[in-house]
């Protein structure tokens, strides 16, 4: 049997079938901080909740991917997929979001949904409600210099003596509306299956190399304009949340909520529009005013 190692989200991943999102790493003889494997049948386990398309246990969780496959989780360490009747030999997209931020929140990590992007080696993160355009502006910034260090789920950790919060690379891969997809320099494109909107993954060129960087500011996308003050920054952050249903059941929640109203007070945010417009001139309008509000955060002037 081939094994696969990968990188992803700061941790070291080990796998029984290709890791095609993380970033591979060479074999090696230490142990990983996550295995995955196949499991012909799943394993008998007593629920303590059922949510969305899964289940919570006291050792994990049980989350099922259309009729393609089902995962348990085990203590953050340990996931098994048992293939169903619509498996296409390779793990699905879920698995490198849905799958990945389960198995990080459980390790005590705080998944977040959004971008980040590396402005000189400080992590810039743009967030905002599914569709508000976090990729597209993420993709603009990139043509304008930025490096892509994870695309829509975004995990931030601690480091000790530091104030910031720290982003940890994540997949290899963005998904992108067709039209932006090929401004981006990538070595690899595809559809995304059943993407009711056309969307591409594609695997850019630009991605930082480093494995994780300070966070220096956030960007939110919504309506109007301008800088985001502590208190405003802290009521929006639990909406943030990556999915905030599933980890409301995950031991350590309250743990997670404080770690949201920690990072709050610690990093400052700038609010813009969500993007509606694709011309020219809206595409300069929003990566100008970007820009400007990359340059408050990373000197730190915004007010609080």
Not at 66 to 76: I, L, R
Not at 205 to 213: C, F, G, K, V, W
Request: glycine share 8%; aromatic share 8%.
């Amino acid at each position: 049997m081939s094994l696969f190692r990968a990188r992803g989200f700061g941790l070291d991943w080990q796998a029984d079938i290709a890791l095609s999102q993380f970033d591979p790493l060479p074999p090696a003889p230490e142990a990983s901080d996550v295995v995955v494997s196949r499991a012909e049948q799943l394993a008998g386990r007593v629920a303590c909740r059922h949510i969305n398309r899964g289940e919570v246990f006291d050792d994990g969780v049980r989350f099922n991917w259309k009729d393609e496959v089902t995962f348990d989780v085990y203590d953050g360490s340990r996931v098994e997929y048992c293939p169903g009747a619509g498996w296409h030999d390779e793990l699905p997209a879920a698995f490198f979001s849905t799958v990945t931020g389960l198995v990080l929140a459980w390790r005590g990590m705080l998944p977040l949904h959004a971008t980040a992007l590396d402005f000189s080696g400080r992590a810039i993160l743009l967030a905002g409600r599914a569709g508000a355009g976090k990729s597209t502006l993420a993709a603009e910034l990139m043509q304008e210099g930025a490096q892509l260090l994870s695309d829509d789920l975004t995990v931030l950790g601690k480091t000790n003596g530091s104030d910031l919060p720290i982003a940890f690379r994540g997949r290899q891969s963005m998904r992108l509306h067709p039209g932006t997809a090929i401004t981006v320099d990538a070595s690899r494109s595809e559809s995304v299956p059943q993407d009711l909107r056309g969307k591409r993954l594609v695997w850019p060129h630009l991605r930082t190399s480093a494995d994780s960087l300070p966070v220096a500011g956030m960007i939110l996308l919504g309506n109007g304009q301008g800088p985001v003050s502590s208190p405003e920054l802290m009521r929006i952050m639990p909406r943030v949340l990556f999915r905030p249903s599933w980890m409301a059941t995950i031991p350590g929640h309250a743990a997670r909520r404080a770690d949201l109203l920690d990072f709050a007070l610690r990093i400052p945010a700038w609010l813009l529009p969500r993007i509606s417009g694709f011309s020219v001139d809206d595409r300069s309008r929003r990566v100008g005013a970007a820009l400007e509000a990359v340059e408050m955060l990373a000197s730190s002037t915004v007010p609080l």
